[in-house]
Protein backbone atom coordinates (compact mmCIF):
# COMPACT_ATOMS: atom_id res chain seq x y z
CA UNK A 1 0.00 0.00 0.00
CA UNK A 2 1.24 3.78 -1.02
CA UNK A 3 1.53 6.04 1.55
CA UNK A 4 -1.35 7.83 -0.53
CA UNK A 5 -3.55 5.49 -0.37
CA UNK A 6 -2.98 5.18 3.45
CA UNK A 7 -3.42 8.55 3.56
CA UNK A 8 -6.89 8.24 1.80
CA UNK A 9 -8.04 5.17 4.22
CA UNK A 10 -6.65 7.55 7.11
CA UNK A 11 -9.65 10.56 6.08
CA UNK A 12 -12.28 8.08 5.41
CA UNK A 13 -11.91 6.43 8.96
CA UNK A 14 -11.38 9.32 10.42
CA UNK A 15 -14.76 11.31 9.17
CA UNK A 16 -16.78 7.92 9.84
CA UNK A 17 -15.19 8.09 13.63
CA UNK A 18 -15.94 11.98 13.55
CA UNK A 19 -19.75 10.79 12.31
CA UNK A 20 -20.40 7.99 15.09
CA UNK A 21 -18.73 10.15 18.06
CA UNK A 22 -21.12 12.88 17.31
CA UNK A 23 -23.72 10.01 17.00
CA UNK A 24 -22.41 8.75 20.49
CA UNK A 25 -22.59 12.43 22.18
CA UNK A 26 -26.38 12.65 21.49
CA UNK A 27 -27.04 9.17 22.79
CA UNK A 28 -24.61 10.03 26.15
CA UNK A 29 -22.66 6.91 24.98
CA UNK A 30 -18.45 7.27 24.82
CA UNK A 31 -16.68 6.34 21.13
CA UNK A 32 -14.20 3.03 21.06
CA UNK A 33 -12.87 3.62 17.80
CA UNK A 34 -9.75 5.46 17.41
CA UNK A 35 -7.90 5.69 14.24
CA UNK A 36 -4.03 5.72 13.90
CA UNK A 37 -1.96 7.95 11.56
CA UNK A 38 -0.50 6.78 8.74
CA UNK A 39 3.35 6.84 9.65
CA UNK A 40 5.50 7.55 5.84
CA UNK A 41 7.97 4.49 5.40
CA UNK A 42 11.45 5.08 5.80
CA UNK A 43 12.71 7.18 3.37
CA UNK A 44 15.76 6.74 1.12
CA UNK A 45 18.65 8.76 1.82
CA UNK A 46 19.49 11.06 -1.55
CA UNK A 47 23.21 9.85 -2.25
CA UNK A 48 24.99 12.86 -3.78
CA UNK A 49 27.39 12.36 -6.54
CA UNK A 50 29.96 12.44 -4.15
CA UNK A 51 33.41 14.13 -5.46
CA UNK A 52 32.93 14.36 -8.86
CA UNK A 53 36.57 16.22 -9.40
CA UNK A 54 38.02 13.30 -10.85
CA UNK A 55 35.72 12.78 -13.46
CA UNK A 56 36.67 16.39 -14.37
CA UNK A 57 40.61 15.46 -14.03
CA UNK A 58 40.44 12.50 -16.29
CA UNK A 59 37.67 12.68 -18.66
CA UNK A 60 37.98 16.81 -18.79
CA UNK A 61 34.20 16.95 -17.95
CA UNK A 62 31.47 16.46 -15.38
CA UNK A 63 30.27 13.27 -16.84
CA UNK A 64 27.76 12.35 -14.11
CA UNK A 65 26.48 15.94 -12.80
CA UNK A 66 27.85 19.26 -12.00
CA UNK A 67 28.96 20.70 -8.88
CA UNK A 68 26.86 23.57 -9.29
CA UNK A 69 23.77 21.44 -10.01
CA UNK A 70 22.43 21.92 -6.36
CA UNK A 71 22.82 25.91 -6.79
CA UNK A 72 21.17 26.14 -10.45
CA UNK A 73 18.17 27.73 -9.58
CA UNK A 74 19.77 30.55 -7.42
CA UNK A 75 22.51 31.47 -10.48
CA UNK A 76 19.30 31.35 -12.74
CA UNK A 77 17.43 33.89 -10.97
CA UNK A 78 19.89 35.70 -8.94
CA UNK A 79 22.80 36.14 -11.39
CA UNK A 80 22.94 39.12 -13.75
CA UNK A 81 25.62 38.02 -15.91
CA UNK A 82 28.42 34.78 -16.14
CA UNK A 83 31.78 34.96 -15.71
CA UNK A 84 32.58 34.73 -19.12
CA UNK A 85 30.80 38.39 -19.28
CA UNK A 86 32.91 39.36 -17.50
CA UNK A 87 36.37 39.03 -19.38
CA UNK A 88 34.83 41.83 -21.57
CA UNK A 89 36.07 44.81 -18.82
CA UNK A 90 35.19 47.51 -21.06
CA UNK A 91 31.10 46.92 -21.16
CA UNK A 92 31.23 45.92 -17.73
CA UNK A 93 32.25 49.17 -16.59
CA UNK A 94 30.53 51.08 -13.73
CA UNK A 95 28.07 47.82 -13.95
CA UNK A 96 26.86 45.89 -11.09
CA UNK A 97 27.35 42.28 -11.34
CA UNK A 98 26.38 39.52 -9.35
CA UNK A 99 28.16 35.85 -10.49
CA UNK A 100 28.28 32.47 -8.80
CA UNK A 101 30.63 29.78 -8.99
CA UNK A 102 33.30 27.18 -7.42
CA UNK A 103 36.75 28.20 -6.32
CA UNK A 104 39.18 26.05 -8.40
CA UNK A 105 42.18 27.82 -7.27
CA UNK A 106 43.58 30.38 -4.67
CA UNK A 107 46.84 31.47 -3.96
CA UNK A 108 47.59 33.78 -0.56
CA UNK A 109 50.58 35.73 -1.77
CA UNK A 110 52.95 38.95 -0.69
CA UNK A 111 53.91 41.91 -2.27
CA UNK A 112 57.61 43.26 -2.34
CA UNK A 113 56.21 45.65 0.42
CA UNK A 114 55.24 42.88 2.66
CA UNK A 115 51.39 43.47 2.29
CA UNK A 116 49.04 40.02 1.77
CA UNK A 117 47.01 39.66 -1.27
CA UNK A 118 45.36 36.87 -2.92
CA UNK A 119 44.66 35.22 -6.30
CA UNK A 120 41.75 32.90 -6.47
CA UNK A 121 39.68 31.54 -9.37
CA UNK A 122 36.31 31.02 -9.68
CA UNK A 123 34.42 28.63 -12.19
CA UNK A 124 30.56 28.62 -13.50
CA UNK A 125 28.98 26.40 -15.86
CA UNK A 126 30.75 27.93 -19.05
CA UNK A 127 33.77 29.44 -18.11
CA UNK A 128 36.38 30.92 -15.13
CA UNK A 129 37.44 34.24 -14.10
CA UNK A 130 40.36 34.79 -11.54
CA UNK A 131 39.80 37.52 -9.11
CA UNK A 132 42.69 39.74 -7.48
CA UNK A 133 42.04 41.15 -3.70
CA UNK A 134 44.24 43.48 -2.09
CA UNK A 135 44.42 45.10 1.54
CA UNK A 136 41.35 45.30 3.44
CA UNK A 137 39.28 43.37 0.43
CA UNK A 138 41.89 40.24 1.07
CA UNK A 139 42.03 40.54 5.24
CA UNK A 140 37.75 40.72 4.88
CA UNK A 141 37.27 37.70 2.61
CA UNK A 142 40.34 35.64 2.50
CA UNK A 143 37.85 33.77 4.77
CA UNK A 144 35.85 32.40 1.76
CA UNK A 145 39.46 31.71 -0.58
CA UNK A 146 39.54 28.03 -0.27
CA UNK A 147 39.38 25.26 -3.35
CA UNK A 148 36.19 23.59 -3.75
CA UNK A 149 33.78 26.46 -1.96
CA UNK A 150 30.62 27.95 -3.50
CA UNK A 151 30.64 31.45 -3.98
CA UNK A 152 28.19 34.22 -4.69
CA UNK A 153 29.63 37.35 -5.69
CA UNK A 154 28.34 40.73 -5.77
CA UNK A 155 29.87 43.83 -6.91
CA UNK A 156 30.33 46.57 -9.38
CA UNK A 157 33.38 46.95 -11.90
CA UNK A 158 35.13 50.06 -12.13
CA UNK A 159 37.89 51.26 -14.40
CA UNK A 160 40.88 52.98 -12.69
CA UNK A 161 42.32 55.28 -15.34
CA UNK A 162 45.86 56.54 -13.52
CA UNK A 163 47.11 59.28 -14.58
CA UNK A 164 49.95 61.01 -13.35
CA UNK A 165 50.17 64.70 -13.59
CA UNK A 166 53.40 66.56 -12.97
CA UNK A 167 53.16 69.73 -11.74
CA UNK A 168 56.71 70.93 -12.14
CA UNK A 169 57.16 74.02 -13.32
CA UNK A 170 60.17 76.24 -14.81
CA UNK A 171 60.14 79.60 -13.15
CA UNK A 172 61.46 82.87 -15.07
CA UNK A 173 63.50 85.17 -13.33
Known amino acids: MTMLDALIRYETASRTTKQRAAKACSAKRPPSLQVQKPEPA ?15 EVIGIYLSSHPLDDFSVI ?29 TS ?9 K ?6 IEDYNSSHE ?7 YENFRRYMFE ?23 SRR
Not at 81 to 101: E, I, Q, T, W, Y
Not at 116 to 121: C, K
Open 42 to 56: AAYAVVEAGNVEPQR
Open 75 to 103: IRHYCNCSLGDLSDLSSMNGRDFMVAGMV
Open 106 to 114: VMHLTTKTG
Open 116 to 121: PYGRFT
Open 131 to 137: FVLFSKE
Open 148 to 170: GYYLFIRGRWVLASTIRVSSKRK
